[in-house]
């Protein structure tokens, strides 16, 4: 293949096409999500996390056998191997938790003697057990670096309530279970955004489950992309009262800062998922008698809009449903990893199902035909 031309690289890939996908789809002109032909507004609410696991695995919406079966695999798949939990014992304390899942999402690697098979069973297993597994690892972290003792998993509860339950020791209520089935649901997948690409690019060298979906992770982690969620409430803790917003988002857009949860690369309009997240917020807020948060963030969104035409995405209402659930704020971007854990591994399994290495071009923009000076003269 020829050198590429000097206009050809599109900064960030910005509208280059890496895959084709049966998954879902990102229409960012219209506003709408699509899992394997569902509209996510026809998903949120009607189904459950694990019935989207599910679709996104087997490619249809799981009848009764189905549902139970994965159910009961994704239970048997929770606990986790002594290695693993010997290493969440050594991490310090004040480990960042997308750090130290990242780190023993690494390790499940070391301690899955089929970590090597590469029939599309072994993989689908290895895949099932990530989503067991993870949610598993954010809440023993939690716990340990609070001091306090592990909570076993229920195997009689659902993943979004034995998160709860596991991080927490006391069993969530109905509306909070149902609220984080919703979170869980509408994360699941996004097309090829950075963390799923990431997994893709890993996975394509023909390297491993654990490895894609730790290269995923480190990825989701930044402020741009899944950790801005974390970064939304840290912003509404500094503003502190509605009637500092205006000011504050006045500031932010003279310096260039970057208003966390706002706009979206390829949403041109409003993200379909902010919706649901900004009703659960409102109802969670006035619940808890803290209106203020929800205030606070409304009054962002519309001077974002009117002074930039820029829109809320999934971080900037998913931040106060966390928040108003009581979820410490460092686990909001490992929640994310817990739900999107599901769209990764279902776009590792596309990927082999298909494989082509990734491997795009850069443009050499720098200087040839340079010179080597001898050491002693440079
Ligand atoms: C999501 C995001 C990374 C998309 O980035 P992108 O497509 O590369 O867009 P850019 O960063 O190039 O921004 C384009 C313009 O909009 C502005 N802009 C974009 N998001 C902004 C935000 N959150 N606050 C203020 N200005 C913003 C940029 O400053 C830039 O303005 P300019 O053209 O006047 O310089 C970006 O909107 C962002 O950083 N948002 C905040 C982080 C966030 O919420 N991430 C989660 C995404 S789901």
Redesign the pocket.
Known sequence: MSTPAPDAAAK?L?GVVAARTTLSDVRGDVGELIYCGYNINELAGKVTFEEVVHLLHRDHLPNRRELADLRQQLVESRDLPKGVLDILHTLPKDTPPMHALRTVVSALGCFDTSRDQDSMDAQRRKAIKLIAQIPVCTAHFHRLRQGKPLVPQDPQLGEAANFLWMINGEKPSREMVDTMDVCYVLHADHGMNASTFSARVTIATLSDMYSAITSAIGTLKG???GG?NEGVIKMLQEVGSLDRVDAYVAD??AQ?K????????VYKVLDPRAPHLKRMAQVLSAKLGEPKWIQMSERIAAL?LEK?S?HA???FYSATVYYSLGIPTDLFTPIFAISRTSGWTAHVLEQLADNRLIRPQSIYTGPTDLKVTPLDQR
Not at 258 to 264: A, E, Q, V
């Open positions: 960030g910005e402020p741009l992309h801005a932010c857009l260039k970057k208003i966390m949860g706002i706009g979206h690369r974002m930039k820029l995405n999934v971080d």
